[in-house]
C-alpha cells in the first residue's frame, strides 16, 4: 500500500511529532509513504481572497501525485478537504478546469483528475481496517480512559466529504478503542475546537476550548485525542494559558491517534515525539 505523502503547512511547522509518529505506526501497518517533491500550500487559506489561485495550489499539488501515479495521504483534514472539493470543482467545471491547466502550463503541469486524497483517518479505516490495525497492538493501553476530539473539516460539509456521520460520528472511537483504550463520550464531543476564529475573536477562540476542556475533566479524561495538527495545538499550547488567565486546572495531556496507537504498538515515547507535547505526559505514562 503505498501514498504520497502531503505534508501541509501546520504540521511540520508546529507538529512535527504528529508525522514522526505517523510514520512510525503506517511503517507498522505496512503503509509506504512516497515523498511529494516540490510540494506547496494546499491552497485553503487563500480561497476567501482569491479562489481561482486556491484552486491552482491544490491542483498543483495533485499534478505532483499524478506523476509518480499516487493517491495522496494527509495528515490535517483541512488539506484533505480543500483537495477533495477542489477535484471535484474541477472534474465537473471544464471552463474552470481550462483556466487552471492555462496557468498550471507555466509550470509544466497540467490536471488530469487521476489521484485521490485521503485523510489518515479515512486510509486507517478504509484501506488498513480496524482489526488489521488491532493486530498490531502489542501492548493494549486499557487502563486509559480517553476523550477523542474529532473536529471540522474531517467530515465536513458531510455533502462533499461523506467520511462518518457529523451528527453521530463513530470512526475515530473506532480507531482509539483498537488500541484497548475506553472512549469517554462528553457534551461538547462534536463541537469545534475554536481555532478557525482566532484570527478575529481570539476571546471565543479560548472560550470555546475553555468548553471542551471543563466539560473533558469532568468526565475524568486521562488524555484527549486529536487527528488534526491545528486542533491539537488548540488544546496542546493554548491550556496553559487558559489555566493562567482562568486560575483553573486542567493538566490533561494532548495526544496525536498516530502516538496514542504508537503506545499501543510497542514504541517507546521517545521515538513518537511525546517529548514535544506542551502538557506534560509523565502521569498519562505511568498508567500504560
Known sequence: MK???FPGCVTPLRE?????????VLEKLGVEL?????ANCCGFFLDAVDHLSSIVLAARNLCLAEDIGCHIITLC????????????????????????N?????????????????????????????EAIKKTVTKPLTRLRVAPHYGCHIMKPSTEIRFDSPE???????LIEATGVKCVNYMEKRMCCGAPVMGVDLKLSIEVV????????????????????????????NQSRIEEEYGETYEIPVLHYTQLLGLA?????????LYENRVMVDDLLSLI
Open 3 to 5: 501514498y504520497a505523502y
Open 16 to 24: 512535527n511529532s504528529y508525522e514522526l509518529s505517523a510514520r512510525r
Open 34 to 38: 512516497v515523498e511529494l517533491e516540490g
Open 77 to 100: 483534514p483541512t488539506c484533505s478537504g480543500h483537495f477533495t472539493r477542489v477535484k471535484a470543482e474541477l472534474s465537473e467545471n471544464p471552463k474552470l478546469m481550462n483556466d487552471v
Open 102 to 130: 492555462r496557468v498550471l502550463s507555466s509550470v509544466n503541469r497540467r490536471f488530469i483528475g487521476s489521484s485521490e486524497v485521503k485523510h489518515i483517518a479515512r486510509v486507517l479505516v478504509e484501506d488498513v481496517g480496524v
Open 168 to 174: 453521530n460520528p463513530r470512526l475515530l472511537d473506532s
Open 210 to 237: 475553555r468548553e471542551k476542556l471543563r466539560s473533558i475533566k469532568k468526565e475524568k479524561a486521562d488524555a484527549i485525542v486529536t487527528i488534526c495538527p491545528f486542533c491539537h495545538t488548540q488544546f496542546d499550547l
Open 265 to 273: 504498538q510497542g514504541y517507546e515515547p521517545d521515538d513518537l515525539g
